[in-house]
């Protein structure tokens, strides 16, 4: 190929080409143009004959702090190639950005002799780029400034906000891998909360779950899961409801209370009314003895003795009958107990007599171990002989099906002057149906059981100041162990 024609083939070909073409003297001073093409003319808006003998500089703005300016100025300098991305002003003052491609020609001596460059304007894809990483910016702002608590989970790595970092106590670097932090913060739960992941969305997100977990100083939280799909990437907001949640479960708390007090009181009134009921026949009955008794008492009678005797035993008893009655009107009403000095031993022998009169189906051992060194308790002897029936019947029914059926009935005086009354079976043992509410009203695992004596029985003895608990009786059955102060002062068993 003859040069002249190759010139001219070059120079048309370098005309005809979109790319903004440039190339400058390396030889003369400052690097002056000494072409543009026609698609540089375009681009910019200058003439070519504005811009020939000037550096390509002036195309730069105000804003000429480009890291890429100084690559340019040491590329040429060493005599390399350089690939930049410039801001650059057309001759209006409207910027572009330009992909900028400088070569360095050389002579057949090696020496450097001009720079070549192409111009490719790449303003639309920076701003397109610009916009993406604006709104990724704002979009990774909004996430870590969400009240909630945010995992964002991609391939078994998690990144967190920083609500989740205040919910569970872990820094983000220690929550980046998905099965570590969810065993770390759910233990035992880790399995359900990644079922949460692992089920069905087509049919839209699962329902939030509401999860324990333990955050970094050990504190157990609940905390509300809601899993969303976002592309390839899972989305999981943590909302901790620790706190509505304890209050959920008092108002339910709060709400059985009320429905048993309600039931309690209800209780009352119809304890009340047949108590009332009950007065009349029983003053009737205790009538009808005193009659009998008056008839057996004629001369001419002599009827064996043991009658008058079993009279005046059931006239006691009628008695006694009535003066529960009374009392549990007066303890329904919350009236003030009748407290006076009594013998806690005297207490328990008796008391074993009511409990076990007429009822006793099968024989049971009694051991009875009362201390000789309890001083006298200031109760209400009623009251505190209800609990200890409620006490022994409770006992007595547990050891229904033992093969040895014994029944200890303890006093003992405790370090601190209070007295100490104990109640052991060899039965069933406290069923752990009713174990944590064994106090309650309404607590019973008998069919028909109401489940108001341990609740009596501990009203009775918190009313005196003293305490009631139960355990275990090992091997085989259970105590039930209540303390009295000698005069009502509060005391611990
Ligand atoms: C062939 C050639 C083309 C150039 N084209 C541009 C251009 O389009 N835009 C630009 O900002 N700088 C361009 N430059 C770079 C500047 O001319 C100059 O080298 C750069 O600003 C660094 O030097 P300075 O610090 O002396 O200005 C070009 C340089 C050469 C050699
Ligand atoms: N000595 C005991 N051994 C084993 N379980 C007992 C004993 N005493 C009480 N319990 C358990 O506690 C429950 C509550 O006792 P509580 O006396 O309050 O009610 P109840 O005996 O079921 O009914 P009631 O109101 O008629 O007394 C019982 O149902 C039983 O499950
Ligand atoms: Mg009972």
């Given at each position: 190929?003859?040069?002249?024609?190759?010139d001219?083939?070059i120079?048309?070909i370098?005309?005809s080409?979109?790319?903004?073409?440039?190339i400058?003297?390396?030889?003369?001073?400052d690097?002056?143009?000494?072409?543009?093409n026609?698609?540089?003319e375009?681009?910019?808006g200058y003439?070519?004959?504005?811009v020939l003998?000037r550096?390509?500089r002036?195309?730069?703005?105000?804003?000429?702090?480009q890291?890429?300016?100084d690559?340019v100025?040491t590329?040429l300098?060493?005599g390399?190639n350089?690939?930049v991305?410039?801001?650059?002003?057309?001759?209006d003052?409207?910027?572009f950005?330009?992909?900028l491609?400088?070569?360095?020609i050389?002579?057949?001596?090696?020496?450097i002799?001009?720079f070549?460059?192409i111009?490719?304007?790449v303003?639309?894809?920076?701003?397109?780029?610009?916009?993406?990483?604006?709104?990724?910016r704002?979009?990774s702002?909004?996430?870590?400034?969400?009240p909630?608590?945010?995992?964002?989970?991609?391939?078994?790595?998690?990144?967190?906000?920083?609500?989740?970092?205040?919910?569970?106590?872990?820094h983000?670097?220690e929550?980046?891998?998905?099965?570590?932090s969810l065993s770390?913060l759910?233990?035992?739960?880790?399995e359900?909360?990644?079922r949460l992941?692992?089920c069905d969305?087509?049919?839209?997100?699962?329902?939030?779950?509401?999860?324990?977990?333990?955050?970094k100083?050990g504190t157990?939280k609940?905390?509300e899961?809601?899993?969303c799909e976002?592309?390839p990437?899972?989305?999981?907001l943590l909302?901790d409801?620790?706190?509505?949640?304890?209050?959920r479960l008092?108002?339910?708390e709060?709400q059985?209370e009320?429905e048993?007090?309600a039931?309690l009181?209800?209780m009352?009134?119809?304890?009340a009314a047949?108590?009332?009921e009950?007065n009349?026949?029983?003053?009737?009955?205790?009538?009808?003895?005193?009659?009998?008794?008056?008839?057996l008492?004629?001369?001419d009678l002599?009827?064996?003795?043991?009658?008058?005797?079993y009279?005046?035993k059931?006239?006691?008893?009628?008695?006694?009958a009535a003066e529960?009655?009374r009392?549990?009107?007066m303890?329904?009403?919350?009236?003030?107990?009748e407290?006076a000095w009594?013998?806690?031993?005297?207490?328990i022998?008796e008391?074993?007599?009511?409990?076990?009169l007429?009822?006793l189906?099968?024989?049971?051992?009694?051991?009875l171990?009362?201390?000789?060194?309890?001083p006298?308790?200031?109760?209400?002897k009623?009251q505190?002989e209800?609990?200890?029936?409620?006490?022994?019947?409770?006992?007595?029914?547990?050891?229904e099906?033992?093969r040895?059926?014994?029944?200890s009935?303890t006093s003992?005086?405790?370090h601190?002057?209070s007295v100490?009354v104990?109640v052991?079976d060899?039965?069933?043992?406290i069923?752990?149906s009713?174990?944590?509410t064994?106090?309650?009203?309404?607590?019973s695992?008998?069919?028909?059981?109401m489940g108001?004596?341990?609740?009596?029985?501990?009203?009775?003895v918190?009313?005196?100041?003293?305490?009631?608990?139960?355990?275990?009786?090992?091997?085989?059955?259970?105590?039930?162990?209540?303390?009295?102060p000698?005069?009502?002062?509060a005391?611990s068993?």
């Open positions: 190929m003859q040069p002249a024609i190759a001219d083939l120079r048309r370098v005309e080409v979109h790319c903004a073409m440039m400058c003297d390396a030889q003369a001073e690097t002056p143009l000494v072409y543009v026609a698609a540089f375009e681009l910019t003439r070519s004959d504005e003998g550096n390509p002036f195309l730069q703005g105000e804003d000429r702090d890291a890429e300016i690559i100025r590329a300098t060493e390399r350089a690939d991305t410039l801001r650059n002003y057309r001759k003052g409207s910027l950005w330009v992909e491609s400088i070569s360095p050389s002579n057949p001596a090696g020496g002799t001009h070549s460059a111009q490719r304007d303003t639309v894809r920076k701003a397109a780029l610009h916009a993406l990483s604006e709104s990724e704002r979009l702002d909004v996430l870590e400034n969400l909630v608590g945010v995992f964002l989970i991609q391939n078994g790595t998690i990144q967190v906000n920083r609500a989740a970092e205040q919910i569970t106590g872990y983000r670097t929550l980046t891998d998905f099965d570590r770390l759910c233990g035992d739960s880790a359900e909360v990644r992941w692992e969305q087509t049919e839209g997100f699962p329902t939030p779950q509401i999860l324990p977990i333990r955050d100083a157990e609940q905390i899961f809601a899993i976002s592309g990437q899972f989305i999981c909302t409801v620790t706190a509505q949640e304890d209050a008092r108002m339910t709060i059985s009320l048993q007090t039931r009181s209800a009352g009134e119809t304890a047949i108590a009332h009950l009349q026949p029983l003053t009737a009955a205790s009538n009808y003895l005193q009659t009998v008794k008056l008839i008492s004629k001369p002599r009827p064996d003795p043991s009658l008058i005797d009279l005046d059931s006239d006691d008893e009628i008695h006694r529960i009655i009392r549990m009107r303890f329904l009403r919350k009236a003030p107990i407290k009594h013998n806690i031993n005297n207490i022998e008391s074993y007599e009511l409990a076990t007429g009822s189906e099968r024989p049971v051992a009694l051991r171990r009362l201390a000789q060194n309890v006298e308790v200031c109760v209400d009623v505190i209800q609990v200890l029936v409620n006490l022994i019947r409770n006992a007595l029914e547990s050891m099906e033992s040895e059926a014994e029944l009935l003992t005086l405790n601190d002057g100490r104990d052991a060899t039965g069933h043992g069923p752990e009713v174990r944590s064994l106090f309650r009203p309404f607590t695992s008998k069919k028909d059981g108001v004596g341990l609740s009596i029985c501990r009203s009775i918190e009313q005196h100041g003293g305490v009631i608990e139960a355990h275990a009786n090992i091997p085989l059955g259970s105590i039930f162990s209540f303390s009295l000698r005069n009502g002062e005391v068993v």
